[in-house]
């Protein structure tokens, strides 16, 4: 420690602060300290995150380049009678203003502190004492009219707010204050009020619901108010919501269920879509690309809106290998590059994985992108087959070779949706759609649950769990603890995959079988669609009645107007109401159909049993 803390400050800043490199392009003036330029350089913290690199090969040198901040340019550097031609001088034109010159161990250890400030130009006895104090109060008043810096809250929070804010506003509307000034308030009294009106007004069943709404109006506090929410306050309403709002309002406590969707279950459900699933695709794209993200989501863990519509072709990357040992064919890998993952503290890491040909067709992630390039024609190269890339000989004096993309499917994406009957060149793929297609696959297997992605990211999580290091499965899964608490509290599924009973006996070990108990329950008869009595009894729900009453009068009223078709009264911005009943009339259908066919299913799994037993 005694050495530590002789070290000469620019030593110190070496080796606390990365430096940047010098960088093209043109850039605003940035504040200026009384010290080198050099220095300033070899100081400036980094605060931006690059953006993702275009393409997988541009990753190979782990380069990032760095961004500066910019500053006002009225802010001047206090001026330094150095003496031309001092040592000091000729010291400073040796370093560049990237900070590209490295201390020498010697230097490193020299321990006299004040020969080392004078000549770094820290406290310079050469600055004018009075230029240092006024450069210093300017960039006070900078920083200060600057303002709090803001979170860099990735799209999807930003989408959560903007919902949450409206209802902010309805609210305050409905006691007659204004929004802002009662968020600058602060005030737990008002905080407890709106949750009470959120639960009251909005059906709010559970109690993990309201505390994501908490959550969130707490986000909208710190976005609005450029400020954290007091502690207290944030005690004193997770203490309440617990104590006083789940009873008065009878809140369901319980968790969701953590489940894992394991490759047995996979397995099935690529296996039925493939032979037996009879649901018809608008375009078979849709059918295939269904499957290759299955693929890759079990063999990556990843969360489904990295990879569903965000993956661009230059995001992926075919590369051809020599032969392995005893082979005589090229071996085709795949680089899949996911740029779009879940921010932590602002930032995202990228995430690169490499696939390889599988012996079991359904699970080869090779054989399902090749289909998807070749039917988009992207290769540069147009090769009429794949058997002209596995003709292609790796040259000795390369280890692989890379090929290329054409250069205008390099921007769109690989997972992509439909425009009438024809596949869309630029509409990406939506994660609700698929989503969709992955619980229908589900019902027609008879599954107890309603499969979920992270059913899948679960399930492989298990698996990279046994296999990786805690740093390898952190890296995988985009868990940027240390440790392995993420993992323990959203991803280690409820049920205890270990055979406990011959750990303890010490019997002969059935760890299969407990996997087998492990699974999801299924039944090959249960319902996949409602009968005709649970139709009526949803056709004749009051408030569908209700609805459906509303948006008939507002036909009838601008029919009355003249126009004879709700196009027509649309263009003529005359049918606001119709359009706002036709909304809820479809979003309320919808929600009844399926929590009508979910009760049916749970029904079903209840008493199916009992049934097959007698």
């Not at 303890?504 to 329950?521: A, E, K, M």
């Amino acid at each position: 420690m005694a050495r530590i803390s002789n070290l000469p400050r620019r030593a110190m800043q070496r080796r606390k602060i990365p430096r940047n490199r010098a960088s093209a392009g043109n850039h605003s003036q940035s504040v200026q300290k009384p010290c080198s330029q050099a220095q300033v350089g070899q100081n400036r913290a980094d605060t931006t995150h690059n953006d993702a690199q275009d393409s997988v090969s541009e990753y190979s040198d782990g380069s990032e380049p760095e961004s500066e901040d910019d500053h006002s340019d009225s802010i001047r550097k206090p001026s330094q009678n150095a003496r031309p031609g001092s040592k000091k001088d000729q010291r400073n034109s040796l370093m560049s203003v990237d900070g590209s010159n490295e201390a020498s161990d010697s230097e490193l250890d020299s321990g006299s502190s004040s020969d080392s400030d004078l000549d770094s130009g820290y406290a310079s006895a050469e600055e004018d004492p009075n230029e240092v104090a006024e450069y210093y109060n300017r960039l006070i008043d900078h920083y200060e009219a600057e303002g709090p810096t803001m979170a860099n809250h990735d799209e999807n929070t930003k989408k959560m707010t903007y919902p949450e804010e409206k209802r902010w506003n309805k609210f305050c509307k409905a006691t007659k204050r204004d929004p802002i000034e009662l968020l600058k308030a602060c005030k737990v009294c008002i905080f407890k009020a709106y949750l009470h009106w959120r639960v009251k007004h909005f059906r709010i069943k559970k109690e993990s619901s309201i505390m994501t709404y908490w959550n969130v109006i707490s986000i909208v506090y710190a976005m609005k108010i450029a400020r954290w929410m007091d502690g207290g306050v944030l005690y004193d309403i997770s203490n309440w919501i617990y104590a006083k709002l789940m009873p008065k309002f009878d809140l369901n406590i319980s968790k969701k269920e953590k489940s894992g969707l394991f490759i047995e279950d996979l397995d099935l459900i690529l296996h039925h879509h493939y032979i037996y699933d009879d649901h018809v695709y608008i375009h078979e794209r849709l059918y295939v690309q269904l499957v290759l993200i299955l693929i890759i989501a079990g063999a990556t863990t990843t969360r489904p809106d990295a990879l569903i519509g965000n993956v661009l072709y230059k995001h992926i990357e075919f590369q051809l290998f020599p032969p392995g040992p005893g082979g005589n064919r090229s071996r085709l890998g795949l680089v899949v590059n996911l740029v779009k993952v879940k921010k932590s503290a602002g930032v995202s890491e990228k995430k690169i994985f490499g696939f390889h040909e599988e012996d079991t067709l359904l699970h080869d992630p090779i054989l399902h992108m090749l289909s998807l390039v070749f039917a988009d024609g992207a290769f540069l190269n147009d090769f009429s087959s794949p058997e002209r890339i596995y003709e292609m000989v790796v040259p000795t004096h390369m280890d692989r070779v890379k090929i290329p993309w054409k250069e205008e499917w390099r921007g769109r994406p690989i997972f992509r949706d439909v425009d009438g009957l024809k596949v869309s060149l630029e509409k990406a793929l939506k994660y609700c759609k698929t989503r969709g297609d992955l619980i229908r696959l589900g019902r027609a297997l008879g599954y107890a649950k309603r499969l979920e992605f992270y059913d899948i990211r679960r399930g492989s999580g298990k698996k990279l769990h046994e296999k990786l290091t805690p740093e390898e499965r952190n890296k995988a899964m985009g868990h940027r603890l240390e440790d392995s608490s993420t993992y323990v509290r959203y991803y280690m599924t409820d049920f205890i995959g270990a055979d406990i009973q011959a750990i303890t006996f010490g019997s002969d070990p059935q760890t299969d079988f407990v996997n087998l108990i492990s699974r999801l329950v299924r039944h090959g008869n249960a319902p996949i669609k409602l009968t005709e009595d649970q139709k009526d009894e949803i056709a004749n729900n009051p408030r569908l009645v209700k609805y459906l009453r509303k948006r008939s009068q507002a036909m009838a009223r601008f029919k009355k107007q003249g126009y004879p078709t709700y196009i027509a009264a649309k263009k003529a911005s005359v049918a606001k109401q119709y359009e706002k009943y036709r909304k809820r009339v479809e979003s309320l259908r919808k929600m009844l159909l399926t929590k009508c066919l979910e009760r049916a299913i749970l029904e079903f799994h209840k008493t199916i049993h009992t049934k097959e037993i007698d």
